[in-house]
């Protein structure tokens, strides 16, 4: 079977270029996916080679090439676990596993805990509890908080469902506000006891 | 009864995720309870304090992978694959599995070592007779030195990168030696190499790991005028093997008759890169663990 023609040479160049420019968003979201550095700049690099290499399949306008490269990062971040079987990313939870770290970030009064919190001074505080979230919740909080993806978007990167999206974001926020809330807590029951 | 929203409603209403009637009644709820106000705004404000500090202490792209990922973005637009002249050339190969370049992996090196240190490769020291494919042993100490930093290596972190471009192009494209001048028999490329590089350019032959001669042609690198050779495993597509050629003139700084196995952050796909008084050679293969698997079978060990 002969080769496939090539897409025209304008086309082509714009699609490099469109792919170049969301570099930084990749290289960010890999680190992030997966807390490793070289890992990171592997999948990027496995990224950029897969689209490369199905460049010809990709039809959709220029727009759309944004969540298809972060879907090839994800797939590149789930098929290198697969390959390692090494157990799969870290804390992989199910549906019933988030629920249930969902309901205990529920039971315990939020808002009261916050209204003391300083936003300007929480970016690393902030930064750890998203790192500490399951995978699955951190994977949708990252796209969607970070890399600005829409629901629709993330469903298709992930491959399940946008309602299953939108629970997913509500349930990290939830634990991320737990999260900042206790640190709160103890801060302040720090400083009440060394005063 | 409370119509007050829930926080995953109020999720929902910043997120622009609620239906038109469900929207208006959040608002009116938000309208008229100043708790529910604050919670919305605790809620905006996780999330942008969430986009700044991950956004904040994430490190840039490290010049390496860019240079990289522009090097391969950079190789020219796909153009059909030129139809094999000779029946010598192999067919291009379209492979079902994904291509994947891991960082550097101690197998790639143990393999690619193992070529040089098993005398596969021509060049070092010179052929007796430059335009015959032959095998040279070389000294084993040849290829000891591994750097993962190029630029201890006196390599240019550029060059690194586009040589791995051209390696990338041809294994995609299959072949991509075009220059009529250039013979598709490994046995008849001499005087066209020779006019190119000159008299003294050894010519490599790989057939003893079986890696058949797929192409040579002149490449656009940086630091010269360039042969790219290409090899590839008649029984086994996954492997390739580029090697490089250019005159030396300065654009690597190490001394000759050195050789460095470039690994690491400076080269996803470790290349080992020698040199001796008159030219400087690239050498880097794609499916490392296969290779490796070649020199094992050869019964070398690099120990690495």
């Keep these: 079977m002969p080769p496939e023609l090539p897409r025209k040479l304008h086309d082509s160049v714009l699609f490099r270029e469109a792919a170049l420019s969301h570099l930084d968003s990749l290289h960010r979201f890999a680190i992030h996916l997966s807390r490793n550095t070289e890992l990171a700049s592997e999948l990027v690099q496995e990224t950029y080679l897969q689209a490369l290499r199905s460049e010809h399949t990709f039809d959709r306008s220029l727009k759309h090439i944004r969540p298809w490269l972060f879907k090839i990062l994800n797939n590149a971040y789930r098929q290198h676990f697969r390959r390692q079987s090494r157990g799969g990313p870290t804390q992989t939870l199910t549906d019933a596993h988030e629920d249930a770290a969902a309901a205990n970030a529920a039971l315990l009064p939020v808002n009261s805990r916050l209204e003391d919190l300083n936003w300007d001074q929480i970016d690393e505080e902030l930064k750890h509890a998203i790192d500490a979230l399951p995978d699955t919740l951190r994977t949708v909080f990252l796209l969607f908080a970070v890399e600005d993806l829409k629901y629709r978007e993330i469903a298709d990167v992930e491959g399940i469902p946008a309602g299953t999206v939108m629970s997913r974001i509500s349930r990290a926020r939830q634990l991320l506000m737990q999260t900042l809330a206790l640190n709160s807590s103890g801060s302040r029951s720090k400083s009440i006891r060394s005063a | ?304």
């Excluded at chain 2, 208006?24 to 500090?53: C, F, P, Y």
């Excluded at chain 2, 005087?191 to 192409?215: E, H, K, M, T, W």
């Excluded at chain 2, 040579?216 to 390739?240: A, E, M, Y």
């Excluded at chain 2, 470790?270 to 690239?282: G, I, N, S, T």
């Design chain 2, 1 to 304: 009864m409370s119509n007050r929203p829930s926080q995953s409603e109020l999720i929902a209403y910043i997120d622009g995720a609620l239906a038109p009637e469900k929207r208006a009644a959040v608002e009116k709820e938000i309208a008229a309870n100043r708790q529910l106000r604050h919670q919305l705004r605790q809620l905006i404000k996780l999330r942008s304090t969430a986009r700044k500090a991950v956004r904040d202490s994430t490190d840039p792209v490290p010049d390496a992978l860019r240079a990289r990922i522009e090097a391969m973005l950079q190789v020219e637009v796909q153009k059909p694959v030129a139809k094999p002249r000779t029946q010598v050339v192999s067919k291009p190969v379209k492979r079902n599995s994904p291509w994947i370049y891991p960082i550097w992996r101690p197998a790639l090196v143990a393999g690619l070592a193992a070529c040089i240190a098993i005398g596969v490769w021509v060049g070092l020291p010179s052929l007796n007779d430059p335009l015959n494919p032959s095998a040279v042993t070389l000294p084993r100490t040849i290829a000891r030195t591994i750097v993962q930093d190029a630029s201890r290596a006196g390599l240019p972190a550029e060059l690194v990168s586009v040589v791995q471009a051209r390696h990338l192009k041809c294994v995609m494209m299959g072949n991509n030696f075009e220059d009529p001048k250039f013979s598709h028999i490994l046995a008849d490329v001499g005087p066209a190499v020779r006019q190119y590089l000159g008299d003294s350019v050894a010519i490599p032959d790989l057939s003893s790991i079986n890696l058949d001669f797929a192409g040579v042609g002149p490449c656009q690198v940086d630091g010269g005028k360039t042969l790219h050779w290409l090899f590839r495993n008649p029984s086994d597509p996954k492997i390739h093997v580029s090697v490089f050629v250019q005159p030396f003139s300065g654009q690597v700084a190490f001394d000759q008759n050195s050789a460095f196995v470039i690994a690491g952050p400076n080269a996803q796909f470790p290349m080992l890169v020698w040199r001796d008084d008159k030219f400087v050679y690239y050498l880097i293969g794609d499916d490392f663990g296969a290779t490796s698997q070649t020199a094992t079978k050869l019964g070398v060990g690099f120990g690495i």
